[in-house]
Every structure is written in structure tokens, then in C-alpha cells.
């Protein structure tokens, strides 16, 4: 481009009107936000039940591994990995397991990325995971990954089983993303997952179907 044309063009940028970025609009306020914790787990059991998904409540650790128990006898569960976040290490799952005949194990456990890869797609039948949050509003789990929080455990078993503080329920995204993004000076994850339900694709002639690529059963226990 020769310069004169090069300038003529950059002139007409300049004495372009220029354009007011128009004011954000005020957003009404979601109506979670002035729900009580009651209603914050009913509205989240409302959301992912309507995603397919399964909520129970347990009052306290003996009740969650009932709950697991109970889980592990209706699915026929032999193999799980877990997670070894805060809340999953403090359930003791291994010891669980040992009493109900399932073998637990962890991605630790594995001496390569390889092996544990073609554990947790083809020997595992259940991901049991925490979660760092329960969004009320869509009925949606949200998961900092990393060290103690593997990505596949709760993506590749067909079966994603998630044990959840009842603290942990917060009424929208904004809420849950706020403490990762926000001004607190905290290192966002590498990785953040949103589950609700289910996987779902429509690759296929665009129609929806749930459970091909992931998961095809989401059971979340909120404890407290």
C-alpha cells in the first residue's frame, strides 16, 4: 500500500463520528439471591432434577456413606476413583470400600498418565469428586480442577457421583466465578468445569442426547 493511500485511509479513521459506547442495561435482580438456605437447595434440586440429575441430603458423614452404600449396591459398583479434594479425603473412602467390596483408588495411584487414562475411560464405574460450589439458579456443580481435583474423574466414568458442603451453595454463576476471577488476588484454576447433569451433545443431525461423550448419570449428595 503506497503511503499516501496508507495515510488517506488512517485520515477518515480519525474523522470518523465517533461512536458513545452505550451504559450496560441494569439487570434485575435473580430471585435466588433473596433465598434462605432452604430454598437455595430446594431450588437446586429443582434445576438438576430437571436436568436429570439426582440430589439427596445427608445431615452428616455416617448419612453420606449410607447414601454411597446405597449408590454402590443400585449401580452394581465395583470400581470407583476419587477425587482427594478436602471433603472426599475426609469420608475415608478406601476404608468405606473395603467394607462394601469396591475398590477405591485415586489418579495417584497409578504410575503413569497413560495407565491411569485407560483406568479411569475403561475400568472405572463410578468418579467420586467434591465440588468447590452448587450454583442454585441452574442446578450446576462447579469444579476447580487441578492436583487434588483431577479433570477425568469426573468426566469420563459413566457414573459422577458429587459429595458437596451445603455451604457451598451459592445462588448464581456470578457468585461462584466472582470467587475464582474476582479482586481477591487468588491464582484463577487452569481448568473450571460446569456440570449440570448429565453430558449432553447434538452433534448428530442436531438433535440433543444426553450421555454420549461423559457421564450419563450425575447423583449429587449435599452435606450439612
Do not use: C
Not at 445462588?171 to 456440570?195: K, M, N, R
Request: charged share 25%; aromatic share 6%; hydrophobic share 40%.
Amino acid at each position: 500500500m503506497k503511503e499516501s493511500a496508507r495515510e488517506e485511509i488512517l485520515a477518515r479513521l480519525r474523522q470518523a463520528p465517533k461512536m458513545e459506547i452505550p451504559a450496560r442495561p441494569v439487570m434485575p435482580t435473580p430471585r435466588e439471591v433473596l433465598l434462605d438456605r432452604d430454598g437455595l437447595t430446594a431450588r437446586f434440586t429443582e434445576e438438576l432434577t430437571r436436568e436429570s440429575g439426582v440430589v439427596y441430603r445427608a445431615a452428616d458423614r455416617e448419612e453420606i456413606l449410607d447414601y454411597l452404600t446405597e449408590i454402590a449396591r443400585a449401580e452394581s459398583l465395583t470400581r470407583i476413583m476419587m477425587s482427594t479434594d478436602d471433603m472426599i479425603r475426609s469420608l475415608d473412602l478406601p476404608a468405606w470400600g473395603e467394607r462394601q467390596g469396591v475398590s477405591v483408588s485415586t489418579a495417584a495411584d497409578y504410575p503413569d498418565r497413560e495407565s491411569y487414562t485407560r483406568a479411569v475411560f475403561d475400568e472405572t464405574d463410578a468418579g467420586v469428586t467434591g465440588a468447590d460450589f452448587a450454583v442454585a439458579e441452574t442446578g450446576t456443580l462447579v469444579i476447580a480442577h487441578g492436583g487434588n481435583q483431577p479433570r477425568l474423574v469426573s468426566l469420563a466414568p459413566v457414573l459422577h457421583v458429587a459429595v458437596v458442603g451445603i455451604d457451598r451453595l451459592v445462588p448464581t454463576y456470578e457468585d461462584a466465578l466472582s470467587v475464582f476471577y474476582g479482586d481477591a488476588g487468588l491464582i484463577p484454576p487452569a481448568h473450571l468445569t460446569l456440570v449440570t447433569g448429565p453430558s449432553m451433545t447434538a452433534d448428530i443431525r442436531a438433535t440433543a442426547f444426553k450421555g454420549m461423550h461423559g457421564p450419563r448419570r450425575v447423583i449429587v449428595i449435599l452435606a450439612g
